[in-house]
T-cell receptor, first 109, second 119 residues
Framework: GQNIDQPTEMTATEGAIVQINCTYQ??????LFWYQQHAGEAPTFLSY????GLEEKGRFSSFLSRSKGYSYLLLKELQMKDSASYLC??????????FGAGTTVTVRA | GAVVSQHPSRVICKSGTSVKIECRSL??????MFWYRQFPKKSLMLMAT?????????EQGVEKDKFLINHASLTLSTLTVTSAHPEDSSFYIC???????????????FGPGTRLTVL
């Protein structure tokens, strides 16, 4: 089966940095996605990693280590609007996505 | 980026009726569309994969006779929840994967979701 683990909740202060970890065990691997989802809305794409290393895109960065089955999403200079659920999703060998349960990030003033 | 629409955004129906949800890719051709459902504070669970012009493939535990999927064109897939019951109440989200200039794109573009409430 597919197993994707990420923390349930994280809280941080406005302007701070938060790192959301994701570990996975899946049947095949064709890349890892991070999505942001606000309550009652569809997920929006944040990042895609298929090779090891760090991908930086503005305030958000994502890291992947395929040998360790590990990724993290780094959110810098947190803003109140970053309060949302962050979903780690692995594209399996059959090119279908398996999602983690999501990490709810709360940004406090 | 690519845009995917869903209609309706919200629907309330009586138990026993059927509900059809449409998913459209507005500015690209979607070779494959996916249907997910999401319960409150839970993650997305893949229900089925639909490929244009062929039968949908369903994930384990999903009743294909209850959740009918039709992918009649490269821009439209429909999910029909037949004989809906209160336990079918959920947030249904579709996504589309299309053709990029270099071949099949791995990225999925998500629709805004449909909130189904069965009374």
């Amino acid at each position: 089966g597919q197993n994707i683990d990420q923390p349930t909740e994280m809280t941080a202060t406005e302007g701070a940095i938060v790192q959301i970890n994701c570990t996975y065990q899946t049947s095949g691997f064709n890349g890892l996605f991070w999505y942001q989802q606000h309550a009652g809305e569809a997920p929006t794409f944040l990042s895609y990693n298929v090779l090891d290393g760090l991908e930086e895109k503005g305030r958000f960065s994502s890291f992947l280590s395929r040998s360790k089955g590990y990724s993290y999403l780094l959110l810098k200079e947190l803003q109140m609007k970053d309060s949302a659920s962050y979903l780690c999703a692995v594209m399996r060998g059959d090119y279908k996505l398996s999602f983690g349960a999501g990490t709810t990030v709360t940004v406090r003033a | 980026g690519a845009v995917v629409s869903q209609h309706p955004s919200r629907v309330i129906c009586k138990s026993g009726t059927s509900v059809k949800i449409e998913c459209r890719s507005l500015d690209f051709q979607a070779t494959t569309m996916f249907w997910y459902r999401q319960f409150p504070k839970k993650s997305l669970m893949l229900m089925a994969t639909s490929n244009e012009g062929s039968k949908a493939t369903y994930e384990q535990g999903v009743e294909k006779d209850k959740f009918l999927i039709n992918h009649a064109s490269l821009t439209l897939s429909t999910l029909t929840v037949t004989s809906a019951h209160p336990e079918d109440s959920s947030f249904y989200i579709c996504s589309a994967r299309g053709l990029s200039g270099s071949g099949v794109s791995e990225e999925q573009f998500f629709g805004p979701g449909t909130r189904l409430t069965v009374l």
